[in-house]
C-alpha cells in the first residue's frame, strides 16, 4: 500500500489553481446579475429609485460572493493539507480527513455537511482498479472514474492532482494496474 499527499511547498500552488476556477464562476454569477437586472431598469414606468434598490442588491450581493470565497479559500488549503491518495493491491482511494481540524469555521463545518449530502464522494472514495474506466489527464490532473460514475454530482469520480508528491510515479502506477 502507498500513500501519496501533496507536497507542503506545492499546497499554495493547488489552492491558487482551485481558487480561481471558484472566483472565475462567482464573478462571471455576479456579472450575469448585474446584466439581467439592468433592463429592468429602463422600463417605461420603472421608479426612478429602481436603479439604487438594484445598485444595493448587486453591492450586498458582491459583499456576500466575497465572503464566500474568502471561506473557500481557507477550506480549499485545509482539504490539500489533508488529502491522501492511498493505492493498494485491488483499489485506489481517496481521504480527505478535515472534520476534526480545529481550524475548521462554522461555515466550513457547514459546507462539508452539504457536500455530504449530495454526494458521499467528495471526501471518501474507493474505486477498484477492475472496475476504472481509462484514465483521463485534464489540466495536469489525472482522473480516475469508475465505470458507474456519475459527473453531474462527481460519484466515484477520484481527481488526483498534479501538485501530489511523486505524481509521476503514482500515474504510472494506475495505467499498469489498468493493463
Given at each position: 500500500?502507498k500513500?501519496y499527499k501533496i507536497?507542503?511547498s506545492?499546497?499554495?500552488?493547488f ?8 472566483f472565475?464562476i462567482?464573478?462571471?454569477t455576479?456579472?450575469?446579475i448585474?446584466?439581467?437586472?439592468f433592463?429592468m ?11 439604487y434598490?438594484m445598485?444595493f442588491s ?5 459583499i ?20 491522501k491518495i492511498?493505492i493498494?493491491e ?7 480527513d478535515?472534520?476534526?481540524d480545529?481550524?475548521?469555521?462554522f ?10 449530502n449530495?454526494?458521499?464522494d ?6 477498484d ?16 472514474k469508475a ?7 462527481g460519484?466515484?469520480?477520484?481527481v488526483?492532482?498534479k ?11 494506475v495505467?499498469n494496474?489498468?493493463?
Amino acid at each position: 500500500m502507498k500513500t501519496y499527499k501533496i507536497d507542503n511547498s506545492k499546497i499554495s500552488e493547488f489552492t491558487k489553481r482551485s481558487n480561481n476556477r471558484v472566483f472565475k464562476i462567482l464573478a462571471i454569477t455576479t456579472v450575469t446579475i448585474s446584466i439581467l437586472m439592468f433592463p429592468m431598469t429602463r422600463q417605461k414606468d420603472a421608479p426612478a429609485e429602481l436603479i439604487y434598490i438594484m445598485l444595493f442588491s448587486l453591492l450586498f450581493t458582491t459583499i456576500i460572493v466575497g465572503f464566500i470565497y474568502l471561506n473557500n479559500k481557507k477550506l480549499t488549503r485545509l482539504t490539500a493539507e489533508n488529502l491522501k491518495i492511498i493505492i493498494d493491491e485491488n483499489s485506489i482511494t481517496k481521504v480527505v480527513d478535515v472534520e476534526n481540524d480545529p481550524r475548521l469555521n462554522f461555515l466550513h463545518r457547514f459546507a462539508i455537511n452539504k457536500a455530504k449530502n449530495i454526494t458521499s464522494d467528495i471526501y471518501y472514495s474507493k474505486i477498484d482498479f477492475d472496475n476504472i474506466k481509462p484514465i483521463k489527464k485534464k489540466n495536469g490532473d489525472l482522473w480516475v472514474k469508475a465505470i458507474n460514475s456519475n459527473a453531474f454530482n462527481g460519484e466515484h469520480i477520484i481527481v488526483v492532482p498534479k501538485e501530489l508528491t511523486n505524481f509521476d510515479e503514482l500515474e504510472k502506477e494506475v495505467n499498469n494496474r489498468l493493463k
